[in-house]
């Protein structure tokens, strides 16, 4: 007896959130800070301490993912992250499966079209061995040939999974369509003919070049001290190549406007909606996220929210949010909604947007924005896991050691002509919409 | 959809008590738990009702959902719409949930807003007001809920569809976010009344979670929830089931379906429903058996034998009311979904004749002692065990016992609980296959 329902999805996370500081409150004061660890080997990690409970979370990226595969072999990145806990250094794939899950040892990998990622999650009492099996699988997996056509199995069976799973089938249409000729319109999980390609020897030659030093961030939060860590650093990561070698990918601008229709027999349409963002760095970016948060961004608080689901009853779910992608930021959404009811909601979404383009904005709107991503910050610090995503993310977009104390300067700074001209500039263009269903009254819209 | 971590929760080391809560009860009967946690100034801050799916009323299954979406719909005080962005104003993050023994209500927030949340809670457990249109328009979203969860997707339909064939008579046959038709049926009276009958302070339970102390919590509540008077509520009876006595077969055939799986679902004891000594047991046995890589049907199917993409188990003790022990497992591509449904069968009867060892039980235990260390780490990850617990028939007192229960369980005990649940005619046999065209292609 165990479906459960919640009033409302939780969207995908991106880590952008809020900051330390309780800014509506004034009662949080920052967390312990944090730290660098560096070791012997110049293996570095920032860290997070927290003793309360015996254990740490460790979390790790190394740039380069489903977008640097190799053109007709898509897939290898996320292959590669199915199997390099399968098997390394003297364990074969059962005993290093054993050695993990005997000793509540969690280690996972995964790929997204950036990067390599994964988590390591052991008790002290089992931290040597930890990261020691973390060790072996980054520097010696082995790529075994059961493991390996199981693992290919696995995906196939989910790419199957997948065909008809509107949810997927809509995202995928979406930057297909955006990133024609551009490695971003590839699939990160590959197609059943690039997975039954690609073979050990890529594997190995993945494990070989794109896994080194140079392209690698960690995070660590937990119940583990500077002088603990250093030694675990060096020894865990310090026989990795120093330099990683990625094909380049140029950076991309999506293509604009038009709506792109997957037909498929099923009640609902699925529809993923986006353009390009901003880049994280920009001077706007901030300004730039907050007026998100009031278009899309803000759950029940946000204008789609109100306008789609609670005014008219058209969805369960609606949302945006800024996608940090390396090579083409940008802003993504999503609603799903009955057939009968897309071409309602398709315009609602751009009607909302060219609200906010115009500047049609309140100063209590504003407020209320920066109150809750300035306060709700903390409420990201309650788990080590969490944490060392967040460690992790911070390093990857370069945000700075001391991101989680200034996070919440930033957002208070941004004043509401800066949210108006960042608006302005997010969502001047068109919106991409990509359907999966059976949608009517579309016909005038779509794009051939 | 389905929380498997959920129960994977209590002490590990040391003697008894991992969460070490403080409990109490309210003048007016409304029970309360409080686990302290100072790492973040943030407490996660939750109230359960004793009441969801399978109480829902006859031709409306479904309708404590309904009410948990109108929850957020205004009081006297709260304008309609107003409470989820009051929440976000103060930098707090809120939600709903709902399931066959329960729905539940939370805020994430900084500690010194907990007063506040207390109070909007305790407010809208009486003074729920509902205008004709705000009804009408959560219908229509429930719908489309209905429609994203279940019917744009074979595989839910196939849960409905054996849920519905698992139990005749008792209401977790019911889909938890009801029936299409019944949904339409909803009106804001189904929905009030509903709330009359359920929504009382002793009908209710507190958890809270974070930067706080007990003492803090009862000053709160007491002034809060402490408020509104206790009234009586009604018994919770369902139809009991009778005995199974033939296996049941399910097949949803779809155009949809590439990918063929198949479920087996046996009807089982719950921590506190007949037959409750072999729960502990059964939570041993679902990780021996289909828990992880190592697990005897995932080496079995998906390494040894090569003919399964996947294979695992689910059971979960909590439960007011009989559950059931769950076996799912897929074909990779290329082998016929009998063929994965044989050695399964193979394997179960194997399990049966042959028992398990003893070096297995012990290794299953300890991690899933070590495991449940990691519990701690979530704020609501915490509350939730105590809410489920609470509304499905346990106490705290158990919740904190469930390291020794599992450390006592014994390898004789495995088997038993193996053959008393493990019986081809309590099962129900679901598989998701595509239409037959496609079968012969």
């Avoid at chain 1, 760095?281 to 789609?308: C, K, M, Q, W």
């Avoid at chain 1, 608006?423 to 579309?442: E, K, Q, T, W, Y």
């Avoid at chain 2, 328009?137 to 849920?163: S, W």
């Amino acid at each position: 007896m165990s479906l459960r329902l919640d009033r409302r999805r939780f969207l995908s996370s991106c880590l952008m959130g809020a900051s330390l500081l309780l800014a509506g409150t004034r009662t949080g004061q920052p967390a312990a800070p944090v730290e660098e660890v560096v070791g012997a080997t110049g293996v570095r990690a920032w860290l997070l301490r927290e003793p309360s409970i015996p254990f740490v979370s460790v979390a790790f990226r190394f740039e380069g993912g489903g977008a640097h595969d190799p053109e007709g072999l898509d897939g290898l990145t996320y292959l590669a992250s199915g199997l390099l806990d399968e098997g390394a250094g003297p364990y074969d794939s059962k005993a290093f499966r054993s050695a993990l899950e005997d000793n509540a040892i969690r280690l996972s990998f995964d790929a997204d079209r950036d990067a390599l990622t994964g988590g390591l999650k052991t008790l002290n009492d089992t931290r040597e061995l930890a990261f020691e099996l973390l060790r072996l699988a980054l520097t010696e997996p082995r790529f075994d040939e059961e493991p390996v056509e199981r693992i290919r199995q696995q995906v196939m069976a989910e790419l199957r999974r997948r065909e008809t799973d509107p949810d997927y089938r809509s995202g995928r249409a979406w930057f297909a369509r955006a990133f024609a000729g551009h490695p971003y319109a590839r699939p990160t999980r590959g197609t059943p003919d690039t997975i039954a390609r690609i073979g050990i020897p890529h594997l190995r030659q993945f494990a070989a070049t794109r896994l080194s030093r140079d392209n690698l961030v960690i995070g660590v939060a937990g119940d583990i001290t500077p002088r603990e860590l250093a030694p675990l650093l060096d020894r865990t990561f310090g026989a990795l190549p120093p330099a990683a070698q990625l094909p380049m990918v140029p950076p991309a601008r999506p293509a604009t406007g038009g709506v792109v229709v997957e037909r498929m027999a099923i009640p609902q349409s699925v529809v993923t909606f986006g353009h390009a963002g901003i880049d994280r760095h920009d001077p706007d970016y901030y300004a730039a996220y907050v007026a998100n948060y009031i278009l899309g961004g803000g759950g029940f608080s946000s204008r789609l929210t109100n306008e789609i689901r609670e005014k008219r009853g058209l969805a369960y779910s609606v949302y945006s949010y800024l996608y940090d992608s390396r090579y083409a930021p940008l802003w993504l959404g999503g609603v799903a909604t009955r057939n009968d009811q897309v071409a309602t909601s398709i315009e609602l979404v751009e009607r909302e947007a060219a609200r906010m383009a115009a500047g049609e904005l309140a100063e209590q709107e504003l407020v209320d924005a920066k109150t809750y991503l300035t306060g709700s910050f903390p409420l990201r610090l309650t788990s080590n896991d969490r944490i060392a995503e967040m460690l992790v993310a911070m390093q990857a977009q370069e945000l700075g050691i001391d991101y989680l104390d200034k996070r919440n300067g930033y957002i208070e700074a941004v004043t509401l002509a800066d949210t108006r001209r960042a608006a302005a500039r997010l969502f001047a263009g068109p919106i991409l919409f990509s359907v999966v269903g059976d949608p009517v009254g579309l016909e005038d819209r779509l794009t051939p | 959809m389905v929380a498997s971590t959920l129960l994977l929760a209590a002490p590990a080391e040391g003697a008894a008590g991992l969460f070490h809560p403080t409990s109490f009860t309210l003048d007016n009967g409304m029970q309360v738990v409080v686990v302290e946690n100072h790492r973040a100034p943030v407490v996660a801050h939750w109230v359960w009702y004793r009441v969801g799916t399978a109480d829902s009323p006859p031709g409306k299954s479904g309708l404590p959902h309904y009410l948990e979406h109108l929850m957020f719909k205004g009081t006297e005080k709260i304008p309609p719409g107003e409470f989820s962005k009051i929440v976000a104003r103060h930098g707090g993050n809120d939600n709903a949930m709902t399931s066959y023994d329960f729905t539940a209500y939370f805020q994430m927030i900084a500690k010194d807003r907990l007063g506040m949340v207390m109070e909007m809670e305790a407010d809208r457990m009486v003074n729920l007001r509902l205008t004709e249109q705000d009804a009408r328009t959560e219908r229509d979203v429930i719908l489309e809920e209905r429609r994203m969860r279940v019917d744009n997707e074979p595989a839910a339909v196939l849960g409905e569809q054996v849920a519905a064939v698992q139990y005749l008579n008792h209401p977790y046959r019911l889909p938890v976010i009801g029936w299409f038709h019944e949904i339409e049926s909803y009106t804001r009276e189904d929905a009030y009344a509903f709330y009359r009958d359920w929504y009382a302070p002793n009908n209710a339970i507190l958890v809270v979670v974070g930067d706080v102390t007990a003492d803090e919590v009862r000053e709160l509540a007491e002034k809060t929830y402490g408020r509104n008077p206790p009234r009586p509520v009604p018994e919770r009876r369902r139809l009991a089931e009778p005995p199974q006595r033939a296996e049941r077969l399910v097949e949803v055939r779809d155009a949809r379906v590439r990918q063929p799986s198949v479920v087996v679902s046996y009807l089982a004891p719950s921590y506190v429903s007949e037959g409750r000594e072999h729960a502990y047991a059964l939570e041993v046995l679902s990780e021996l058996l289909g828990s992880g890589t190592t697990s005897r049907l995932y080496r079995a199917l998906v390494v040894d034998r090569g003919i399964a993409a996947g294979a695992s188990t689910f059971y979960r003790g909590a439960s007011l009311d009989p559950t059931t022990f769950r076996i799912d497992a897929s074909p990779r591509p290329g082998v016929e979904l009998a063929e994965v449904e044989k050695a399964l069968d193979e394997e179960i009867a194997k399990l049966l004749s042959e028992g398990v060892s003893e070096e297995e039980v012990e290794r299953v235990k300890r991690r899933m002692l070590a495991e449940a260390v990691y519990a701690r780490d979530s704020l609501s990850g915490v509350a939730r065990i105590f809410g489920v617990a609470l509304t499905t028939g346990q106490t705290v007192e158990d919740v904190e016992a469930w390291p020794e229960r599992i450390r006592a369980v014994t390898r004789e005990q495995v088997e038993a609980a193996a053959r008393a649940v493990l019986v081809r005619e309590r099962a129900v046999r679901g598989r998701l296959l595509p239409v037959a065209d496609e079968v012969r292609r």
